[in-house]
């Protein structure tokens, strides 16, 4: 079956540092790629996405390329705010309806 | 406002008691599915539906039912509740099955089986 890999957390970084979360996958085929952001006490929402090898998605100052030598799709972001701390699930749609996503990873960033 | 919408958000109950939670979007979204979120497992896919009358089975579907008569409407109904089905349950819908839509989700239930 499918399965997401996620580095794993919790990650702590101070505010304005370098941000890399690795997220990699094993699928069948052509699956779209996607990051979700959880904040506390509330469901997730879209970060940003890609469908097809070679795609960017951004948002936000993120950033993640699908890259399907790889098979990965780790998340940067230049600068990370307080406002950042949060939860970060990469997760992966098949055609077929199911979805799977990875385990997430906390992050924390301290003015 | 577009919105996926869970009731209730909280509920302890006890073994045995069946219990139904209701999800319900506004977007006329094709496709609803539901997760369970607990620590260290990330989210994890219970059952989806690909349009109405179409259910299938997510990765861990076992004590669990679904329906979808309505298109706006798909209830998680567990008839038998167990202390391992205590965990935080979300709905998500997006447009279409297709694997490029982004999913849409609900605020959460938290629920707590005695």
């Known amino acids: 079956g499918n399965s997401v890999t996620q580095m794993e957390g919790p990650v702590t970084l101070s505010e304005e540092a370098f941000l890399t979360i690795n997220c990699t996958y094993t699928?069948?085929?052509?699956?779209?790629l996607f990051w979700y952001v959880q904040y506390p006490g509330e469901g997730l929402q879209l970060l940003l996405k890609a469908t097809k090898a070679d795609d960017k998605g951004s948002n936000k100052g993120f950033e993640a390329t699908y890259r399907k030598e790889t098979t990965s799709f780790h998340l940067e972001k230049g600068s990370v705010q307080v406002s950042d701390s949060a939860v970060y699930f990469c997760a992966l749609n098949t055609n077929a309806g199911k979805s799977t996503f990875g385990d997430g990873t906390t992050l924390t960033v301290k003015p | 406002e577009a919105q996926v919408t869970q009731n209730p958000r909280y509920l302890i109950t006890v073994t045995g008691k069946k219990l139904t939670v209701t999800c319900s979007q506004n977007m006329n979204h094709e496709y609803m599915s539901w997760y369970r979120q607990d620590p260290g497992l990330g989210l994890r896919q219970i059952y989806y539906s690909m349009n109405v009358e179409v259910t299938d089975k997510g990765d861990v579907p076992e004590g669990y039912k679904v329906s979808r008569k309505e298109k706006r409407n798909f209830p998680l109904i567990l008839e038998s509740p167990s202390p391992n089905q205590t965990s935080l349950y979300f709905c998500?819908?997006?447009?279409?099955?297709?694997?490029?839509?982004?999913?849409?989700f609900g605020p959460g239930t938290r629920l707590t089986v005695l």
């Open positions: 998500a819908s997006k447009l279409t099955s297709g694997g490029a839509d982004e999913q849409f």
């Open positions: 699928a069948t085929g052509y699956p779209s």
